[in-house]
Structure formats: structure tokens, C-alpha cells
């Protein structure tokens, strides 16, 4: 090829310009037409990905219920012995109250005699003084 | 699955489907690389006169190793813009110096081996 002096190359080097520009277009279009949906795939990966994760979760979820649950029932019954207890203390608790109730009454009425009797010796003592008569006591 | 082994296995995948894209940017390192250490290729050989009257020689194997280099990036990190932008890239060398020395005097057949890695590139683009 002979000097075609356009814009100051030969021919051999136009040709090679050429062939560049042309092989990036080509190589273009064939990447156009290639173009996977990657996005699709993608999203099909990570929704398995996610899907695993949340079936482990859910697995695991299930188990630490089941295990609660269990736990529950347990405390449940605790709590209801624990409740029957408290009502026979508190039954307990309510004779003994009565029983001081009525010790105190007692008390009360220990208290009432003895004054009483104190009261009627006073008397006693009184009428003997007066008669002149010693009390059998002082005879002894 | 957890997430480290997650992301080795997409890793390896990935590795695994662009394989010929692989070989191609080693091929174009490798050159690249060969080209810099060797620069009496260039003046040496006839076949490079028309590509060093339009290029720089010291561009040639510039881009080969820019190239390889940036595919390798956009296979290993999952940049497909990258990967197309650099596969095209190298695609466009490896035919114009096919067409080079097809061109170029004396004859000789490196066009032919050029050709055909011309043929892998656009190979490349279209599997991977």
C-alpha cells in the first residue's frame, strides 16, 4: 500500500486504526449480547443464602420454645405447691392467733381474781382487827 | 452455610466460571511483563514497526500488564464493568497486533498465533 498521506498516516497504519476501532466495537457487541441476568442469579444466591440462615434460626427457635415451655410447666407446678404451703401456714397462723387471743383474755381474768382476792384478804384482815380476833395465820 | 464460608464459596465459584478470562490475563501479564523486561523486542523485530509508528513502545506492554492486572480485579472482587471494560481492552490489543503483523513485512506467521488469542479473547467475553 502506497503512502495515502491522510491525516498524515499511511495506509498500513490506517488499516490498523481501523482494525482497532472495529475490534473494540465487535468485542463490544459480543459483551452486549453475552450480557448475563448476573442480578437474577444473584439474587437466587443470596435469597438461598438468607433461606438458610432463617431456617437455622426458625430451627433454633423452635427448640429454645419447646425448652421454655418445658421450664414453664415446671415452675407452674412449683408455684402451686408453694401457694399450698402458704395456705396452711396461713391456717397456722390464724389458730395461733386465736389462741393468744384467748390467752390474753385468760390473763385478764388471772389479773381480776387476784386483785379480787387482795382486795376481799384486805377485808379480812379488816374485820379481824376490828373483832380482836388474830387471823388463823398469825395463830400458826 | 455461615457467612465466611458464604463468601469463600462465591469466591471460588467466581474463580471457577471465569477461568478462560484467567488464563487470558495471565497470557497479557506474562507479556506485558516479558515486553518491559526485553525492550530490544520492539526495535528488534519488524513485525513491531507499524504498532511503534502509531504507539509508544513502552505503551504496548504498559497496557498488556494495566490490562491483566485490572481483569484480574474485576474477576476476583466481582466487578463485571471492570472485568467487560479491561476484556475488551485487552480483546482490541491482541487484534491489532494480529492485524500488525499480518500486515507488516517481512511474512511471518505470528499473526496467526495472535489470531487465535484474538479468538480467546472474544472467547472470554462470551463464556465468562
Known amino acids: 500500500m502506497g503512502r495515502l498521506a491522510m491525516f498524515g498516516l499511511t495506509g498500513e497504519q490506517i488499516v490498523l486504526v481501523v482494525s482497532a476501532i472495529l475490534s473494540m466495537f465487535s468485542a463490544i457487541a459480543v459483551a452486549r449480547i453475552r450480557q448475563r441476568p448476573e442480578s437474577e442469579k444473584s439474587k437466587v444466591d443470596k435469597f438461598s443464602f438468607f433461606y438458610d440462615q432463617y431456617k437455622i434460626l426458625y430451627e433454633e427457635a423452635i427448640s429454645r420454645v419447646e425448652t421454655l415451655q418445658l421450664e414453664n410447666q415446671e415452675l407452674s407446678a412449683e408455684i402451686k405447691k408453694l401457694e399450698e404451703q402458704i395456705d396452711k401456714l396461713e391456717e397456722i397462723i390464724k389458730v395461733k392467733n386465736e389462741k393468744e387471743l384467748y390467752s390474753s383474755l385468760k390473763e385478764k381474768e388471772i389479773n381480776k381474781l387476784q386483785e379480787d382476792l387482795l382486795y376481799w384478804k384486805q377485808e379480812a384482815l379488816t374485820g379481824y382487827v376490828l373483832l380482836g380476833i388474830e387471823p388463823e395465820e398469825e395463830r400458826k | ?128
Open chain 2, 1 to 128: 452455610m455461615d457467612k465466611k464460608n458464604y463468601k469463600q464459596k462465591v469466591f471460588r465459584e467466581r474463580v471457577v466460571n471465569n477461568a478462560a478470562t484467567m488464563r487470558l490475563a495471565a497470557l497479557s501479564l506474562i507479556y506485558g511483563i516479558w515486553l518491559q523486561l526485553n525492550p530490544s523486542i520492539l526495535t528488534r523485530y519488524s513485525i513491531y514497526e507499524l504498532l511503534e509508528s502509531i504507539l509508544n513502545p513502552n505503551l504496548i506492554s504498559y497496557t498488556h500488564v494495566i490490562s491483566a492486572i485490572g481483569l484480574l480485579i474485576g474477576v476476583l472482587f466481582g466487578k463485571r464493568e471492570v472485568k467487560n471494560f479491561f476484556s475488551i481492552a485487552i480483546t482490541v490489543l491482541w487484534t491489532t497486533m494480529g492485524i500488525s503483523s499480518f500486515i507488516s513485512p517481512p511474512p511471518n506467521a505470528i499473526w496467526i498465533f495472535c489470531g487465535f488469542i484474538s479468538i480467546l479473547c472474544y472467547e472470554a467475553i462470551w463464556v465468562d
